[in-house]
């Protein structure tokens, strides 16, 4: 039950997170900071699919992802439509991962320690899936402030 919940939100917040991409007016947007919002809503997507591909796609998909988090704040200018492929395949990466394990899965420790205490995968991916959500909303916040 927990995989299919975990399932409906990922894909719920990956198609926003597509949309608000999609929303903004000018794609130079993206990638504006200002005194008060120092991330950019183009390096807080490309963080998000950073993230899911490595906790979710390397991890547990077993993708051979390898994540270079520093890129994922420093980069600027990725075209839109790159930043949009990249939300596509992460939202497959994930539901065919979600697809994969059981609800069994979900109770055994997850394989990393990613925090200061191990924690079972069904925790790790309920946290994953709330990390998406706060940084969409940054992101939705970041488009209505600066996308003028």
Known sequence: MLIETLRVLFQRDLLKLKSEIESYSLEGNLWLTSANITNSGGNLCLHLLGNLNTFIGAEL???????KRNLEFSLKNVARTILVAQIEQTTTMVDETLNNISEEDLKLEYPILVFEERMSSGYFLTHLATHLTYHLGQINYHRRLLDK
Not at 61 to 67: H, P, W
């Open 61 to 67: 998909g077993k993708s051979n992802y390898v994540r």
